[in-house]
């Protein structure tokens, strides 16, 4: 899945905090970044995201990174895949089940 950075929620949620504007420009002075790298950043245009970067408008913006980083799912999942993950939660649980039951089994019998 390709992953993209939005600014925008960020942006938006710190204007608000601190009920003033942040203008693109502001905001790459304030990170030390510069306003080209900010665009490429926003547009998607960025090839390989530059963490340095990504952190230096979290601490602007007082957020995380994950709150910048988005995953882009490409397609919607075929009904197999589906019931393939659904199977393998089914399976996880039911083995947490039966080790769990092992376990108190053990400890019952351990004089």
């Known amino acids: 899945m390709p992953t993209r950075i939005d600014i925008e929620p960020a942006l938006l949620k710190w204007q608000a ?5 942040l203008t693109y420009e502001e905001l790459a002075k304030l990170a030390g970044i510069s306003i080209a790298a900010l665009y490429r950043m926003k547009s998607g245009e960025m090839i390989t995201p530059d963490l340095r970067k990504i ?6 913006l007082e ?3 994950g709150e910048l980083i988005l995953r882009e799912q ?5 009904a197999v895949t589906e019931l393939e ?3 393998r939660e089914v399976m996880h649980e039911h083995e ?6 092992r376990r108190k089994k ?3 019998s351990v004089p």
């Open 17 to 21: 905090k601190h009920r003033k504007r």
């Open 55 to 60: 952190n230096q408008l979290c601490k602007v």
């Open 63 to 65: 957020c995380e990174p």
């Open 74 to 78: 490409t397609g919607d999942m075929s």
């Open 85 to 87: 993950v659904l199977h």
């Open 96 to 101: 947490q089940r039966v080790s769990t039951k």
């Open 106 to 108: 053990i400890a019952i």
